[in-house]
């Protein structure tokens, strides 16, 4: 089968949900269709899915954990993706290989992980703007690559850790990620993890944690990264005023 073009994709022809953006977290929302995706969809420059539900099938039909799936989604450089429901399975999400914009994506069961960062550039920018992410056995948003991830206007439900700057990839950089009106939901392990030997920053405003009356879900936790592919070792955990930048009154719990 030929890989599924971009350009072939019908738009919109539904309303956005009131909780992709602008601020407003509501329910989840309900597919136009349902597509099946047996190969990459490579977009190149912009992709509008009309709220249709993408489901992984044939070399994509994988929802476990192994390593070097292959993406449901590949985004080039400064592509984005919108309006988008991925299904289960759903391979290893969406890959940006350079700046990108994921705005009102959801995945309704992670597979590997539901988003990849990949950009080698100091200037790159990644921008997730609504959406949610529900079933993550480990990672929601994986940052690989270099530059600064935004994560605004977003929902998370049992989850591992909502975003994870790369503890022990072959290349290492300088990472750094803003996560502002955020809503996670229990169970959870971690929202953030920086390398703190790498110089990584975390900023966190507006989140709101639901269900964790223990408080066992960690806001952010340092690590000493490696390039040498070892589990990264935990320096600690909680706002230092250096690398997790947030303060008591930026986390509310509910």
Known sequence: MATPSASKTPAATTSVPAS???GV??????PTGDKSVT??????????????????????????????QDPIFELADGATLENVILGDPAADGVHCLGSCTLRNVWWQDVGEDAATFKGTSA???YVVDGGGARQADDKVFQFNGQGKLTVKNFQAENFGKLVRMCGNC???YQRHAVISNVKVTSPGKVLVGVNANYGDTATLSGVTVVGDSA???TICERFKGNNTGA??????TG?????????ASDITYK
């Not at 969809?41 to 390593?67: C, H, W, Y």
């Not at 589990?231 to 600690?236: A, D, V």
């Open 215 to 217: 408080r066992k879900i």
């Open 25 to 30: 977290l509501g329910a989840w929302p309900t």
């Open 239 to 247: 706002s230092d005023g250096t690398h997790c930048l947030y303060s």
């Open 170 to 172: 072959k290349t290492q």
């Open 39 to 68: 190969s990459t969809i490579k977009v190149p420059t912009s992709l509008n899915g009309g709220m249709k539900r993408f489901i992984g099938s044939g070399a994509l039909g994988g929802d476990s954990q192994d390593e070097d």
């Open 123 to 125: 200037s790159a920018t």
């Open 231 to 236: 589990e990264p070792s935990s320096l600690g």
């Open 20 to 22: 992709s953006a602008g």
